[in-house]
């Protein structure tokens, strides 16, 4: 037998090469298990990747006190004892933050890396004060933040409730969804109506269709009385069917018409949905000008009879009151806009910013001013 021993020198050599080098893995992660026993958090660094209004309304030091009121533990405990999911969550409470990571480095060191909102405008509604980022993410104003945004206020109700935090369509989705299956519930609740009028019915048909015939030995005025009798007792019986067949068609008629009351309100609470979608691309297309967005203080919503959602500018400028009108398509919008700018360039500018109180520029082509 030919026993080839440079080969088995060879295995040899590199099984002993690869044991050696995973013993030394061993060694190295229970070295550095041993070190993160032995290291505790000395410090805390928190930064933040503020946007325009966030840099005010957000702060190192700010969400450094929210973590310390949080009750979180952090400085002092041992690196591996640290809950970095508590400390994301007590950070992400502040409204303004989108996006937060937590680690904790070998040398101890707590890093809080925290990406902030782009909030385009506050909602001041009648129990409502919320903030409004460019994606239309909404969130309910942090308490003692002070920064300046133009402002919605008015006669117009968002469609989610005050201290709604999300995105609207998402929410949106989920009333819709509810709102079906309620629809659904009112539905299948017609059934044993339907089938109980639906019985009863053929109950009184078979009245309609009895036929009495005269017994044997039975007297011409005996069987006349009783044609009476039978004639009487299936009035009775009609007149009963009758009415407990229009008692089902009530109590049908009842449940149809909650759930026609509940459709309504679902597309009511859609077009309102439209309506807020409508506004925020009305607020980021002022966004985008430099000069209309410094101008814009304040924005009034309001709907008018026939439901449509209608804005007024209040400007930084002057002393008067924009009547935009509503809020059409881009192009629209767009016209309004040049109208208005032209206004202000050739006759505001010439006669003074305080000479009139109220710039409607609604209908189309045109500029009516009034004093």
Known sequence: MNIDMGNILRRAFFGALW????????????????????????EVRITV??????????????????????GVKTVGLNIDSVDLRAVERVIAGNGFVEDVQAYVSRSGVL???????????????????????????????PAGTAFYLPVITGSYRPPFDPGFSGLP???????????????????REK????????????????YGRRYISRHWMESEDDFARRIEWQKAENTRCRR?????????????ASIEARRDAENSAQKKLEKNYEDFGK??????????????????VQIVASSTPAGELEVELVPRSGNYVILFGTIGSRRENEEKFERLDEFRRKVLGRVGWDRYRIVNVKYKGQVVCSK
């Open 240 to 252: 009963r069917y009758e009415y407990r067949i229009r008692t089902q068609k009530e109590l049908i």
């Open 49 to 70: 990747d503020a946007g325009r209004e966030g840099s005010r309304a957000v702060t190192g030091e700010s969400l450094r006190e929210r973590l310390d009121r949080s």
């Open 19 to 42: 044991c050696g080098a995973l013993l030394c893995l061993i060694w190295a992660a229970d070295a550095s298990r041993r070190e993160r026993m032995q290291t505790s958090v000395s």
């Open 169 to 187: 369509s998402q929410s949106m989705l989920q009333s819709r969804r509810e709102s079906a299956l309620r629809a659904a519930a009112l539905e």
């Open 191 to 206: 059934y044993p109506h339907q089938d109980k009028a639906a019985e009863w019915r053929d109950s009184l048909r078979k």
């Open 279 to 296: 506004l925020i691309t009305f607020v980021n297309r002022l966004e985008k000008d430099e000069f209309r967005r410094a101008e814009t």
């Open 111 to 141: 890093s809080i890396e925290v990406r902030c909102r782009k909030p385009v405008v506050r909602l001041l509604f009648d129990g409502y004060d919320s903030c409004v980022d460019e994606q239309g993410y909404v969130f309910p104003t």
